[in-house]
């Protein structure tokens, strides 16, 4: 039994050496230790204790295999740790996992290929160092002579394998066991979309009689409001915001007509956990709000709006594909499987264009990007390619703060994406300002949340612990816009928000008033009071570091 003792400390010691290089939390560690442990000392306990002729050889296989999983799990781990600043549990890491698709997930083993490469050889080196280590214990061992296992072992066995049932009795152990971690995961995802699915039925048929919304429209007879929602896009990259490169010369040329707010930040790192507190009455300090409450969509509809849903995006995208089936007109122009597709953003141009002509008075039109979503350089055509090799301050900075070559290009690509979609939200633009000057207009553009590419660190992608992943554009344009002075004007752009407000600033843009209206979160809005803003869970403050 002595030998056994010695195989488990042994491989807990790996499950040490990924908590000791911050491949797992010590939470995650810790419990990951006692489920091996248990499992090793009752399982293979009870086996060796009732040892037979083969007994020997199956306890060998059982701590293999069982280490083996165990250490995959823990590189995993690791490598979400890294690529989304959070352990795979929340919403966000969920979705992003599970809401994916054969193409998406080609692309993302593309993108991050470096970091995929780094944490399998972490996976190698452990076990392949601690596997090693236990065939030489088992050399040691053949050489003592053995003792038969007495009545205080097998009781010892028993109790352990008792005690690895009771640890699965308990929901938290349970689910961190590395067997069950990825099905129950699953399990949990599934359970959520349907339970989107059908709140969202049940918010569809309140609209027969949403007389309790208390909706009214207070504005002219005709109206206009478009609402452009990027993906992945950091406002550190556009030069609107100050970037020494030339990545948004069309918005640059604009500046004038353009409010530009300089102090907005995403209230999550992924699509669907921001998008839905953007687009509902859910926020952060009430993340499930939506499941009772009318989104945007449906207030606009109450208050006589024909709705468009114009998305480069797939239809069936989980959450997202069941508030865009809410729209009374919807076009999904990319055929592909999802956002692996490089179908490029300037293809919404016409049925943008569509729905500028519909002849409703009032009219709100989603227009969702693909933006710079990674991989950055399936986001533009070639004659985009403008920062390429670009040796200019941008790059001397990045070399100078130790960015790798690869983190480097990235950033190439990834500024490419922002220009081009510089001539998209340009383009956008113009096309409102030509069309029906007649009635009063209104284009809002944000980003569903930002970028990590090489800002803070050697990564390039999705981030919860950079806030980079948090930082992003917002900026109106309207032609109604009332002239102001340009410190009133100043004042209002530096104005500090969180865009799990943003449906209130969109419902005084839709000139709607609802129970669900505060003008308190309308950035546009008199009466507008900033209030402490989050990323992570962590209080956020614009320009102090981020802690980790």
Same mark, same amino acid.
């Given at each position: 039994?002595?030998?056994?003792?010695?195989?488990?400390?042994?491989?807990?010691?790996?499950?040490?050496?990924?908590?000791?290089?911050?491949?797992?939390?010590?939470?995650?560690?810790?419990?990951?230790?006692?489920?091996?442990?248990?499992?090793?000392? =009752?399982?293979?306990?009870?086996?060796?204790?009732?040892?037979?002729?083969?007994?020997?050889?199956?306890?060998?296989?059982?701590?293999?295999?069982?280490?083996?999983?165990?250490?995959?799990?823990?590189?995993?781990?690791?490598?979400?740790?890294?690529?989304?600043?959070?352990?795979?549990?929340?919403?966000?890491?969920?979705?992003?996992?599970?809401?994916?698709?054969?193409?998406?997930?080609?692309?993302?083993?593309?993108?991050?290929?470096?970091?995929?490469?780094?944490?399998?050889?972490?996976?190698?080196?452990?076990?392949?160092?601690?596997?090693?280590?236990?065939?030489?214990?088992?050399?040691?061992?053949?050489?003592?002579?053995?003792?038969?296992?007495?009545?205080?072992? $097998?009781?010892?066995?028993?109790?352990?394998?008792?005690?690895?049932?009771l640890l699965h009795v308990n929901t938290t152990m349970r689910r961190e066991n590395p067997a069950l971690f990825w099905p129950l995961r699953y399990q949990q995802y599934s359970a959520q979309l349907d339970a989107m699915k059908s709140m969202q039925h049940a918010l569809t048929a309140a609209m027969a009689a949403p007389r309790d919304w208390h909706v009214r429209y207070v504005g002219e007879d005709a109206r206009t409001v478009i609402l452009v929602i990027g993906e992945s896009t950091n406002r550190a990259s556009m030069s609107l915001y100050g970037y020494p490169r030339a990545t948004t010369p069309r918005l640059d040329a604009m500046r004038a007509k353009l409010l530009v707010f300089n102090d907005v930040i995403s209230p999550a790192s992924s699509t669907v956990e921001s998008m839905m507190t953007m687009l509902t009455p859910a926020d952060i300090g009430n993340p499930d709000a939506w499941m009772a409450k009318p989104n945007l969509l449906m207030l606009a509809e109450a208050a006589g709006y024909k709705t468009f849903w114009v998305s480069n995006q797939t239809r069936n995208d989980g959450?997202?594909?069941?508030?865009?089936?809410?729209?009374?007109?919807?076009?999904?122009?990319?055929?592909?499987?999802?956002?692996?597709?490089?179908?490029?953003?300037?293809?919404?141009?016409?049925?943008?264009?569509?729905?500028?002509?519909?002849?409703?008075?009032?009219?709100?039109?989603?227009?969702?990007?693909?933006?710079?979503?990674?991989?950055?350089?399936?986001?533009?055509?070639?004659?985009?390619?403008?920062?390429?090799?670009?040796?200019?301050?941008?790059?001397?900075?990045?070399?100078?703060?130790?960015?790798?070559?690869?983190?480097?290009?990235?950033?190439?690509?990834?500024?490419?994406?922002?220009?081009? =979609?510089?001539?998209?939200?340009?383009?956008?633009?113009?096309?409102?300002?030509?069309? $029906?000057?007649?009635?009063?207009?209104?284009?809002?553009?944000?980003?569903?949340?930002?970028?990590?590419?090489?800002?803070?660190?050697?990564?390039?992608?999705?981030?919860?612990?950079?806030?980079?992943?948090?930082?992003?554009?917002?900026?109106?344009?309207?032609?109604?816009?009332?002239?102001?002075?340009?410190?009133?004007?100043?004042?209002?752009?530096?104005?500090?928000?969180?865009?799990? $407000?943003?449906?209130?600033?969109?419902?005084?843009?839709? $000139?709607?008033?609802?129970?669900?209206?505060?003008?308190?979160?309308?950035?546009?809005?008199?009466?507008?009071?900033?209030?402490?803003?989050?990323?992570?869970?962590?209080?956020?403050?614009?320009?102090?570091?981020?802690?980790?």
């Open positions: 039994m002595l030998i056994l003792f010695f195989r488990v400390l042994l491989s807990l010691a790996g499950l040490l050496l990924f908590f000791l290089f911050d491949q797992l939390s010590a939470n995650e560690c810790l419990k990951l230790c006692v489920l091996l442990a248990a499992f090793l000392l =009752g399982i293979g306990g009870m086996l060796h204790a009732w040892r037979s002729s083969t007994s020997a050889g199956v306890v060998t296989v059982l701590v293999r295999i069982v280490v083996s999983v165990f250490y995959l799990d823990a590189a995993i781990k690791g490598f979400l740790r890294g690529y989304f600043g959070m352990r795979p549990n929340p919403n966000a890491v969920l979705q992003a996992m599970f809401a994916t698709d054969q193409a998406e997930t080609g692309e993302f083993f593309l993108h991050n290929s470096i970091a995929l490469a780094q944490s399998a050889g972490w996976f190698v080196l452990v076990t392949a160092a601690v596997l090693l280590a236990d065939r030489q214990l088992l050399r040691w061992q053949a050489a003592r002579a053995s003792r038969v296992p007495g009545v205080l072992q $097998k009781s010892f066995a028993a109790s352990m394998a008792v005690f690895l049932v959450w997202i594909g069941l508030l865009a089936g809410e729209a009374d007109e919807s076009d999904f122009i990319n055929y592909g499987t999802g956002r692996g597709e490089n179908n490029f953003d300037g293809n919404l141009f016409q049925p943008f264009a569509h729905a500028l002509r519909d002849d409703a008075p009032k009219k709100l039109i989603v227009v969702h990007l693909l933006g710079a979503h990674p991989s950055y350089d399936m986001r533009y055509p070639s004659r985009f390619a403008h920062f390429d090799k670009a040796q200019d301050a941008v790059s001397v900075q990045m070399a100078s703060q130790g960015r790798s070559g690869w983190i480097r290009n990235q950033r190439d690509e990834y500024d490419n994406a922002i220009r081009y =979609g510089d001539y998209v939200l340009g383009t956008l633009i113009g096309m409102a300002e030509k069309a $029906k000057t007649d009635r009063a207009a209104s284009l809002l553009f944000v980003s569903d949340h930002g970028q990590e590419v090489g800002y803070s660190r050697n990564h390039a992608g999705h981030s919860a612990s950079d806030k980079s992943g948090y930082e992003i554009p917002m900026l109106i344009w309207s032609n109604r816009q009332a002239p102001q002075s340009t410190a009133a004007r100043a004042a209002l752009e530096s104005r500090p928000y969180q865009t799990d $407000k943003l449906d209130a600033t969109v419902l005084g843009l839709l $000139k709607i008033e609802t129970r669900y209206y505060a003008a308190h979160d309308d950035i546009l809005s008199g009466g507008f009071q900033p209030v402490q803003r989050f990323m992570n869970g962590l209080q956020y403050q614009r320009g102090a570091a981020l802690a980790r």
